[in-house]
């Protein structure tokens, strides 16, 4: 049998995927989460072969909880399973250690089959996404750019992100300067929006 992890903050979706996958004579469902931040404790007590998970979830995102999984479990295959299909979320998830990106409107039973392919050592990847990923290029943005962009949101005062993040003010405003030139914004928040659209941030 294939054991799964499921991580959906959304109770009917998460209550669905578990209904349909154990459905299938080789996969079982060992446990669901709705928060991101629980999703290291789950795969830690199960050890299961794969952890499917949802990017945006309250406490932590998939893509940053996939480095907790890996720790936790290294013998856990990650399988991005959103609605966010943004050619940004499949380069952070891959470059992440991910082994599987798909879409929720897919249906069920290539989502069975994409499992047992990650199972036996492939890596599988929805491909109208993957397409597009190949044309909107690499992320413009540095590490430390993304950080900064990201702690902005809501226009909180350049004071506190450098607070928040341990950076001089000076630094705050050359990050933002320098990723509201590289989008081509017009200021920090068309910035954020942007950036998000293409799933860097």
């Given amino acids: 049998m294939i054991s799964i992890v499921i991580a959906e903050d959304q109770t009917m979706m998460r209550s669905a995927l578990t209904s349909l996958l154990e459905l299938e004579d080789d996969l079982t469902v060992c446990a669901g989460v709705s928060r991101g931040d629980d999703v290291a404790a789950a795969v830690r007590e199960h050890k299961p072969d794969i952890a499917l998970v949802d990017i945006e979830m309250p406490g932590k995102s998939g893509l940053d909880a996939i480095a907790d999984i890996r720790r936790e479990s290294p013998g856990t295959a990650v399988v991005i399973v959103t609605t966010f299909g943004r050619a940004g979320y499949l380069r952070r998830a891959m470059d992440a250690g991910a ?48 950080d900064v962009l990201a702690a902005s949101d809501g226009g909180i005062p350049i004071s506190e992100i450098a607070q928040k993040l341990h950076l001089s003010t000076a630094t705050v405003r050359n990050y933002l300067s320098a990723a509201i030139g590289k989008l081509g914004a017009r200021n920090r928040a068309e910035a954020l929006t942007l950036a998000r659209r293409s799933g860097w941030v």
């Fill in 99 to 146: 082994r599987g990106f798909l879409v929720k409107d897919n249906p069920v039973e290539e989502l069975a089959a994409s499992i047992r392919r990650v199972v036996a050592g492939e890596t599988v990847i929805d491909q109208l996404l993957a397409a597009q990923a190949l044309s909107a290029g690499e992320n413009p943005l540095s590490d430390r750019e993304v």
